[in-house]
């Protein structure tokens, strides 16, 4: 049975990026959209990535690029597969940084909220 992807996420300086782990061949993202064009990194295994209906077969490493306001969905065609949507937010503020503690190494000062005038969130 399929299953959804495993997901982490990062938001550090308008740079937004998932982490999507498909622990098993089948497993999904499910389809969405976004208002920007952004990139899926492709880092190990390989992925059928369906856009309004039209599938494509994409093999690591790959860099695959998404057209805005295109509902996409991906589909691992082999165990462990990861790949990562990396967007940039693009607008006139810096929105706040979110940032999963286990990605923090050591002797890294991540900052509470509100601290030099950039909120972070530790999730």
């Given at each position: 049975m399929a299953n959804e992807a495993k997901i982490k996420l990062a938001m550090v300086s308008n740079l937004w990026i998932k982490l999507m782990t498909f622990?098993?061949?089948?497993?999904?993202?499910?389809g969405h959209e976004h208002e920007f064009d952004h990139v899926t990194l492709l880092t190990n295994g390989s992925l059928e990535v369906d856009v309004n209906g039209i599938k494509s077969t994409f093999t690591a490493p790959q860099i695959i690029?998404?057209?805005?306001?295109?509902?996409?969905?991906?589909?691992?065609?082999?165990?462990n597969t990861t790949a990562s949507?990396?967007?940039?937010?693009?607008?006139?503020?810096?929105?706040e940084d979110i940032?999963?503690?286990e990605s923090v190494p050591k002797g890294t000062n991540v900052r509470g909220p509100v601290a030099d005038g950039v909120n972070v969130t530790i999730v």
């Open positions: 622990e098993h061949a089948g497993d999904t993202n499910q690029y998404i057209e805005k306001k295109k509902i996409h969905t991906m589909t691992a065609l082999e165990d949507c990396v967007v940039a937010i693009r607008n006139s503020e810096r929105l940032v999963d503690p």
